[in-house]
């Protein structure tokens, strides 16, 4: 793109098929792209936004480095990474500072789905380029870098409220309030071993499968510890990481957005050396009921994996949503439909192990049968009905005697909260002892690797955003 005062920029393929860096022409100050080999041997369209002039502000030619590298990663099929700093649009161009990061988000936009796109901010990103990290599909964010789209001199002009940078867009506000950190670095070099650990589990483009990851741990590897990981109590809590750590390989996964929305854990391992994403109710937050923001950060992990040909096994020990009118007032339908959305248009292998309570609307969002769920296994403490037998009497037997309403329960709880029921009607493919969860979900997973499945041609979906 020629530029008003500027040189034409353009992102050049200058190596041989050595597997060497490949270098490119750079905006003095503002921004470079290269074709850079990891330190793990995977090569990624690497475009950085400089801090060093002018507070890394984006003009014309520096957003035309951005958009040209996005083109040669779709273009030659390579993950794009953007390292940015950058204070925003450049305001000594004026305008068009503006329509070059605009042209840049339009061709970021058009790489999506189609090679995976990760964001490392080591700086600030303010207002446009705070825009494009929210593109991608993954935001790597340093300690001491902020993102906001309005900065603190326009908020307290428009709102009167006096904040910092840290207060209004710090990397704690992304990781445990807006869900738009998907992983935390202590530098910039850390970021780089993230975004190695990040990319071991995803293929360069959407027509690869994801590579194979190297492991000694056994395929027929039992898991007795399971078997009495579940509290006594049908209200007791525990961690639902210690089941993904028994199952996984070598107990070793990558949870993503750990800090936000804690009810749900989405996480990235591999199983038998198949790379998948793992989506998980977590009974130690909010007994693992789901919310709004549950909801939206297990939907984005879904279409994520989706995406780039990731197995989705799917942990289910949900009592149902989460009840409130400020949630109802704040679109729970339309959110909690984002994630029934995800799973139905999900054509990627789906596994899904119900681990104990799997009630009402939740059972159907949690990857069940009827929502093109591929194989659905059970514990047998698994309870899968529309809601709890306590419940259930409260709303059947409220005007019960106390022996009434105990003995309904009893009987609801022998008659529909179990597994086996679920299963002569078809909603469960098998119940299993939890020590055998591992070798069960490999097989499933062995099963399904020739999976492939195409919906009906169209322009797009149009989702409940």
């Known amino acids: 793109m020629t530029t008003v005062d500027q040189p034409r920029t353009d992102v050049t393929d200058t190596s ?12 003095p100050g503002a921004a470079s792209a290269a074709v850079r080999q990891l330190a793990s041997g995977r090569r990624v369209v690497w475009a950085e936004v400089h801090d060093e002039v002018h507070k890394g502000a984006l003009s014309s030619a520096a957003s035309g480095v951005l958009r040209n590298a996005a083109q040669m990663a779709r273009d030659k099929r390579l993950p794009l990474v953007l390292a940015l700093a ?22 970021i936009t058009e790489c999506s789905g189609v090679v995976p796109t990760i964001a490392i901010v080591d700086g600030p990103a303010v207002s446009g380029p705070a825009l494009l990290i929210g593109l991608c599909d993954m935001v790597i964010m340093t300690t001491e870098s902020f993102a906001f789209v309005s900065g603190p001199t326009m908020v307290v002009q428009m709102t009167g409220v006096d904040v910092s940078n840290e207060e209004l867009g710090g990397t704690d506000i992304h990781s445990r309030q807006s869900g738009v950190a998907s992983l935390v670095a202590n530098d910039m070099a850390h970021a780089e071993e993230l975004l190695g650990e990040v990319l071991q589990f995803l293929p360069d483009h959407v027509d690869e499968l994801p590579p194979i990851i190297n492991s000694g741990d056994p395929a027929e590897r039992r898991c007795p510890e399971l078997n009495t990981i579940l509290p006594a109590s049908p209200t007791g809590s525990y ?18 957005r750990a800090g936000w929305a804690n009810n749900v854990v989405t996480t990235l391992a591999s199983i038998g050396g198949r790379a998948v994403g793992i989506v998980a109710n977590q009974p130690l937050a909010l007994a693992g009921t789901l919310d709004i923001q ?43 439909a984002q994630l029934v959305f995800a799973y139905g248009r999900a054509t990627v292998p789906r596994v899904c192990v119900i681990l104990r309570k799997s009630y009402g609307g ?104």
Request: proline content about 4%.
């Open 362 to 465: 939740a059972y159907i969002v949690m990857d069940s049968k009827r929502m093109g769920n591929d194989v659905c296994i059970a514990w047998p403490t698994a309870e899968l009905a529309v809601m709890g037998a306590g419940q259930a009497a409260a709303i059947l037997q409220r005007r019960a005697t106390a022996e009434e309403r105990a003995a309904f329960e009893k009987d609801y709880q022998e008659r529909l909260l179990n597994p086996y029921v679920a299963a002569e009607r078809g909603y469960v493919d098998s119940v299993i002892t939890p020590e055998e969860t591992r070798i069960e979900v490999l097989a499933a997973l062995d099963m399904l690797s020739s999976k492939r499945e195409k919906f009906p041609r169209r322009k797009h979906d149009n989702g409940p955003l």
């Open 86 to 107: 950058s204070s925003g649009a450049d305001l000594r161009e004026g305008v068009s500072a503006l329509h070059g990061w605009g042209e840049a988000a339009r061709v």
């Open 239 to 256: 961690d639902v990481r210690h089941v993904i750590e028994s199952i996984v390989d070598d107990g070793i996964h990558l949870e993503l």
């Open 16 to 27: 041989g098929a050595d597997g060497a860096v490949h270098l490119t022409r750079k905006v």
């Open 294 to 336: 549950a909801s939206q950060k297990a939907a984005r992990f879904v279409a994520f994996c989706d995406a780039f040909n990731l197995s989705i096994v799917t942990l289910v020990d949900t009592p149902g949503f989460y009840p409130g009118k400020d949630l109802e007032w704040r679109g729970m339908i339309r959110h909690g």
